[in-house]
């Protein structure tokens, strides 16, 4: 690269950064906007439904109970211990599949809005997981159920959910734009991540514990999304998390992050062609 191209080129880097930061902070001021399309999402989901939401709650009691009496069998293990760590592993894993298997057409699913309309497109990520966190809000009662019944010791840790919930919230909005930008770019993308998702809730923490495995502990943590469940069912146990998972999450966080918000300033002004 020639002495005189690397202004321009510089420049053109950080125009890309700009753009994406400035698309992500418009969207963040209008997050009312993206909560009232994800409870609009909601309600037409369940509308004229006797129970509405809390078929989704139901449901999840009902894999509660047989998973936790058929794997406490399996397993040998103490339903006590076994049960609340399911429960949670079991709703944080909903919370974060749901998430993901969505993320690849959210921005085809809008494209009316983003073909005629000038809106930030960050708000169409945040609507998909502001939909999945009032779901994980209505799940969160049967865990609240599980714990209160089966450990209702109080813990000061339990207050680390907050900061692991943030992390983990911070760590999908950039998952979710990345893969909703190849999603629109490659339209099989969405059945990959389709094949590929069932395949992770065995490699991941959610029935078992890694303290439980005899081997290949060291392959668990190489899935990303054992330090997501790992950052909040923790936590809800009584427990401090290790320190490594901060560690990872904090930094797959930050490099997510600025890796993110680059592509999508670079390539926001292509994805009103793709979708």
Partial sequence: MKAAEVPGFLGAQRQAFRDGFSDIAQGLQRLSMAFFFAWGDTKARYRRSVLGPFWMVLSTAVSVAGLGFLWSMLLKDDPIKLVPSLTVGLVVWQFI??????????????????????????????????????????????????VIYFAPTLHLNQLLVIPGLLLVL??????IVLIAMLGSRFRDFEQIIGAVMPLMFFLSPVIYRPSQLSFGQQIVWLNPFS???????????????????????????????????????????NISFWV
């Avoid at 993901?100 to 708000?123: C, D, G, Q, Y």
């Avoid at 998390?241 to 680059?262: E, R, S």
């Fill in 97 to 146: 599949s749901g998430c993901i298997l969505e993320a690849p057409t959210v921005f085809s699913r809008n494209a009316h809005f983003i073909r005629n309309i000038k809106i930030p497109f960050f708000i169409f990520p945040m609507q998909l997981v502001m939909r999945q966190l009032i779901n994980f809000g209505h799940n969160a009662v049967v865990v609240l159920v599980v």
């Fill in 170 to 175: 911070g760590n999908l909005c950039w998952i």
């Fill in 227 to 269: 330090y997501f469940i790992t950052l909040i069912r923790d936590p809800i146990s009584g427990n401090v998390p290790p320190i490594f998972v901060y560690q990872v999450a904090i930094v797959a966080l930050l490099v997510g992050t600025v890796f993110t918000v680059y592509q999508f300033g670079k390539q926001r002004k």
